[in-house]
């Protein structure tokens, strides 16, 4: 998962850098889509690894590690924010405002270092829970410089991820309750990944996010 959040952060910065002399309005499009499919991915990848924990964990290190299923699940979910946190760093140091992006930076670590002392003695399970709550702390408060230098308001924000958000948690209840039925653990992973993928880009389809064709694209010629 760290790849590919640092493959997020290494092709946006040189897109912002570019087209850093633009107008503040292409500029800001360009951020929007580079949000767009980057949850487009994230989304339904992470969701699906926390619905799909239990079996993969069942059967790739035997019953004796379903213990470790919350945390792969927490942690899971604890990802889904970094990418919108990423991205808007590198849109604001595309800016020249680097300063800016420290001062988040000071914020998130002294909240994430802050949280952490105050769970440690509650155990493993509460440290894991603190970095999910951090990482939300996170992903909301590095939305306001956006506002402020890019214009982009809250609204827009949400409007960006909404549409994948929805597309996964559908495919994420469905895939959950395909668990519940009478097979082996191989037969009903098979079964949760082939039914995620296909309700996924339904999903998608209804509700008409333009910005998944592109991924869809993009797949192609790196198929053909």
Not at 5 to 30: C, D, W
Not at 69 to 97: D, H, N, R, S, W
């Amino acid at each position: 998962m760290d790849g590919v959040i640092g493959s997020i952060q290494t092709v946006s910065l040189p897109i912002f850098a570019k087209h850093q002399r633009e107008k503040l309005e292409k500029y800001k499009e360009n951020m929007r889509k580079i949000i767009t499919m980057s949850y487009l991915i994230i989304f339904p990848l992470l969701f699906g690894i926390t619905v799909i924990s239990r079996p993969l964990i069942k059967l790739l290190l035997t019953d004796k590690w379903l213990e470790a299923v919350p945390y792969l699940q927490i942690f899971a979910l604890t990802y889904t924010v970094q990418p919108m946190q990423i991205i808007c760093a590198e849109a604001i140091k595309g800016l020249g405002l680097s300063k800016v992006t420290l001062n988040l930076e000071y914020f998130r670590k002294f909240f994430e270092i802050g949280l952490l002392i105050c769970l440690l003695k509650y155990g493993p399970y509460k440290i894991a829970i603190s970095a999910l709550i951090a990482g939300i702390i996170s992903f909301v408060a590095s939305m306001y410089p956006n506002v402020k230098y890019l214009n982009y308001s809250i609204k827009e924000q949400i409007e960006d991820i909404i549409k994948p958000l929805i597309a996964s948690l559908i495919m994420s209840l469905i895939v959950l309750y395909i668990e519940k039925l009478n097979f082996s653990t191989r037969v009903i992973l098979l079964f949760q990944i082939i039914t995620g993928i296909l309700i996924y880009i339904l999903n998608c389809w209804i509700l008409k996010i333009k910005d998944f064709n592109i991924i869809i694209n993009i797949i192609k010629n790196k198929l053909i």
